[in-house]
């Protein structure tokens, strides 16, 4: 396990050093000047020298790729045109709302994907099985952008149910802790914040969670029926075993292998979909930050989060390896 | 051909019987033609292009003229799908806007796999370093999610739909490249590219006239379901403001418009939104379909 751990670990690193060389290139990307592209046509010429010194776009190709890696190993990923504040710095007081946004869509989707899958899988051919199917090819067709304001436009227009926007109400007191609002919440006994948070948390992590669910249940129902078909689970029943028990300690644990991956690439897609409900759903995450940033044309922010955010996508990956070959044998010896 | 033409009797002779060839293509029709979900799919998609391509005689308006005395109205016998915030027509606007969608999707999920096929095909076939440089790249390309590649592209270069569709094209390029290099790993070994080689084909003739069209069915398959995929992005990047300019008719940018009015004109957000739903069903339910057909071809 150990010798398979450090293979994969060493096989991220040219693939984190080609990401950070793409991520690189994309300022190089901007048609024409990037100055002024940035600061716009108005800007005086003492402005665009100033951001092509902070930008290093007045140095050869070469020397901004060394001192873009020396910055990165500083973790200095750049300042913002507009506030000239560390991207960093602004990203980590927005990260808490967008962490706790994708866990729960991550949780729901999960939780009721992989719940759906089994009982389609194990009811192959029957209502439980045809709904499963049809919610999974729905859920996969339906854009999250137009679910998302579906949601909206049923709970919160017509019905009044759930809040449409924010993170909380405006009345609503919150002394952040920790940044996530339930957790804090929770410490700090507040029930009342507990559930505005999770009143105003509902409908985005919905709308995030449904494409996820629908391929976590696809996924789920493929490998339950793959498994259901082996020898042992025949064997399990000759023995007279019950049908939950087989299902779950036999027939879901070996297909569950798959299942785990499945729903650690997830995470690829929570990422990216949230730059969409976030902007939906006025969800002050790192999603809506980025959307932000291109209309405002604060390239540096949108090239470092597009750095920060493809890490974390590598890293999850690896992750999802490093489970797998945990969970299958088989796989650290290859 | 078989025929057979048995004796039934002195002097006589039975109909002739001829039985058609059984191809594996063909058998792969017969198990589409019976796949209800790939002909409602196939039914869906046939459909949306055919009102996208006769958009200049289906639509009601000029998806462009405003009428601003009859902005948000509801549906009604005039405006089928209602109006906009500028009074313009949303079934003639979806109409068009079908053009839009569909040629981005089908353009870019073409420039995708031209291009991933090209580089799939060269490093299953090379091996080597070759295959190292370019699965490596593929792998770099595929570290980033689809959705923010293309984002952070078209904010670089520039919203409109030019960039869009270079965008998604350019997203889709690793995931085809990855599909086509694992079926020249499997193809390069068959008896018929050992055959070609003994007669004397060059590599090039080899790969490109022996290897790739044999290929080609899980590349096909892809494609189908990513042209769903690609009409997404598409209109993600609309929504978002990077993908068609006003006043283009674009799903994704109605979508925007639309959803300032949703406590008051509900169906300028309703009706682009379906739209795009039933496009990428009738791709997703046909491309499920075409997979199920070809699987057992894909297995041999």
């Known amino acids: 396990m150990l010798r398979f751990t450090i293979r994969r670990v060493i096989e991220t690193i040219p693939v984190l050093l080609g990401v950070v060389s793409i991520v690189f290139m994309f300022i190089h990307l901007i048609p024409g000047d990037a100055a002024l592209v940035l600061l716009g046509e108005r800007a005086n010429e003492a402005s665009l020298t100033r951001i092509r010194a902070q930008l290093g776009l007045d140095q050869p190709l070469y020397v901004q790729y060394g001192h873009y890696l020396g910055s990165l190993a500083r973790l200095d990923i750049g300042k913002s045109v507009r506030t000239n504040r560390p991207v960093l710095d602004e990203a980590m007081g927005r990260f808490p709302a967008t962490i706790e946004l994708a866990l729960s869509a991550l949780l729901i989707s999960s939780v009721v994907g992989v719940t759906g899958g089994i009982v389609a899988g194990v009811g192959r051919g029957r209502m439980p099985d045809h709904f499963a199917r049809v919610f999974s090819l729905l859920g996969v067709s339906i854009p999250i952008f137009w679910l998302g304001l579906v949601l909206i436009w049923v709970f919160a227009v017509q019905l009044h149910w759930l809040p449409s926007d924010g993170r909380l109400a405006a009345t609503t007191k919150y002394a952040p802790q920790t940044g996530f609002v339930m957790i804090d919440a929770l410490i700090q006994g507040n029930s009342r914040l507990f559930f505005d948070a999770l009143s105003h948390l509902t409908l985005p992590a919905l709308a995030l969670s449904t494409v996820p669910m629908a391929v976590t249940m696809r996924m789920t129902r493929s490998a339950m029926l793959e498994v259901l078909r082996a020898d042992y689970i025949r064997t399990a029943r000759s023995k007279g075993l019950r049908e939950r028990v087989i299902t779950v300690r036999h027939a879901f644990k070996n297909a569950s292998l798959p299942v785990v991956t499945t729903i650690g690439l997830q995470v690829g897609f929570l990422l990216s979909g949230a730059i969409l409900t976030e902007t939906i759903f006025s969800w002050p995450g790192i999603g809506r930050w980025v959307f932000e940033s291109i209309l405002n044309r604060d390239y540096p922010i949108v090239q470092g989060m597009s750095l920060i955010i493809a890490v974390i996508f590598v890293v999850v990956n690896l992750i999802v390896d490093l489970v797998y070959g945990a969970l299958d044998p088989r796989i650290n010896y290859k | ?300």
């Open chain 2, 1 to 300: 051909m078989t025929a057979m033409a048995p004796v039934t009797g002195v002097g006589m002779r039975a109909p002739l019987v001829v039985r058609k060839r059984r191809t594996p293509w063909t058998d792969a029709w017969a198990r589409l033609r019976r796949d209800q979900a790939a002909l409602v799919g196939f039914g869906l998609l046939f459909t949306m292009i055919l009102l996208a391509i006769a958009a200049p005689l289906v639509a009601t308006h000029d998806p462009l003229d405003q009428e601003l005395l009859k902005r948000l109205k509801p549906p009604s016998a005039e405006f089928w799908f209602g109006t906009d915030d500028l009074g313009r027509d949303v079934f003639s606007r979806i109409l068009y806007g079908g053009r839009i969608s569909l040629r981005v999707g089908i353009t870019a999920v073409i420039m995708g796999t031209t291009i991933g096929a090209f580089l799939g095909s060269v490093a299953g076939y090379a091996g080597g370093w070759v295959d190292s440089v370019i699965s490596r790249a593929m792998e770099i390309v595929l570290a980033f999610p689809g959705t923010l590649l293309a984002i952070a592209v078209v904010a670089a270069r520039g919203p409109g739909l030019e960039n869009t569709l270079l965008a998604v094209g350019l997203v889709s390029v690793p995931v085809y490249a990855r599909l086509m290099r694992g079926s020249v790993l499997s193809l390069r070994e068959r008896e018929f590219v050992t055959a070609a080689r003994c007669l004397g084909a060059s590599d090039r003739r080899i790969l490109f006239q022996h290897i790739l069209p044999n290929g080609l069915t899980p590349l096909i398959v892809q494609a189908t379901l990513g042209i769903a995929g690609a009409i997404v992005e598409a209109a993600a990047l609309g929504f978002l403001g990077l993908g068609a300019q006003p006043p283009a008719p674009e799903w994704g940018a109605m979508l925007t418009d639309g959803r300032n009015f949703l406590l008051n004109a509900p169906w300028a957000m309703i009706f682009p939104g379906l739209a795009i739903m039933m496009t990428v069903l009738g791709f997703n339910l046909f491309g499920d379909g075409l997979r199920d057909a070809l699987d057992p071809q894909m297995k041999q």
